[in-house]
């Protein structure tokens, strides 16, 4: 599995937007980039994921650079609620069965209300 | 409402007394998969499970077993717990194909004296 770089912490204000970053300088060209986060005491959760193009969902909004060897995931407006571990992770879809997530140590986001 | 059951919660045994974690997903999901979270290494991967009767190691299977008896279950045994095993374990199941998303169970916690 490829190997994404991120922040090992961020902080922000509720109601502002953050920006989380993610560094995979090694993708591949069938490596989707999927974002996870973990809030306290509960398991992972799926946010969003993308290939090329820009996507945006209820949750978030990931932008992914032209090259494909950054990302960033975008919480528009948060809230004390979306503090939690983000974790971005790259997923070779050409692998079959390569269901396995592989989680670095992710960025922890703090929220000051 | 879609979810992932993991019992108990919360458990402190002794070394080798012999325990089950069960896990129950009602999304009719083929894949399951069992973590295990630890401080400084994150979240790794035990074993899984395409579907019903079709199991395999993951990163870190020493000392566990599963079987994959019906779609729903996959649970996790512990034949002889050690206290190396003392962890947060979380089990998750998604739909076949790299690109959908895993849904979590909210996680037990295990304590081996």
């Known amino acids: 599995d490829a190997k994404t770089t991120q922040p090992n912490s961020m902080e922000s204000n509720e109601e502002e937007p953050v920006h989380l970053p993610c560094n995979h300088s090694t993708i591949s060209g069938t490596d989707y980039i999927h974002w996870y986060r973990q809030l306290p005491s509960q398991g992972p959760e799926y946010v969003i994921h993308?290939?090329?193009s820009n996507v945006n969902n209820r949750m978030a909004s990931l932008a992914i650079a032209e090259d494909r060897k950054s990302s960033t995931l975008i919480l528009h407006r948060a809230t004390l609620r979306d503090a939690a571990v983000y974790y971005c992770?790259?997923?070779?879809?050409?692998?079959?069965?390569?269901?396995?997530?592989?989680f670095g140590q992710g960025t922890r986001l703090t929220i000051n209300p | 409402e879609a979810q992932v059951t993991q019992n108990p919660r919360y458990l402190i045994t002794v070394t080798g007394k012999k325990l089950t974690v069960t896990c129950s997903q009602n999304?009719?999901?083929?894949?399951m998969s069992w973590y295990r979270q630890d401080p400084g290494l994150g979240l790794r991967q035990i074993y899984y499970s395409m579907n019903v009767e079709v199991t395999d190691k993951g990163d870190v299977p020493e000392g566990y077993k599963v079987s994959r008896k019906e779609k729903r279950n996959f649970p996790l045994i512990l034949e002889s717990p050690s206290p190396n095993q003392t962890s947060l374990y979380f089990c998750?199941?998604?739909?076949?194909?790299?690109?959908?998303?895993?849904?979590f169970g909210d996680g037990t916690r295990l304590s081996i004296l």
């Open positions: 993308g290939l090329t």
């Open positions: 998750a199941s998604s739909l076949l194909g790299t690109n959908q998303p895993q849904h």
């Open positions: 992770i790259l997923r070779d879809v050409v692998i079959q069965g390569a269901q396995k997530l592989v």
């Open positions: 999304m009719n999901h083929e894949y």
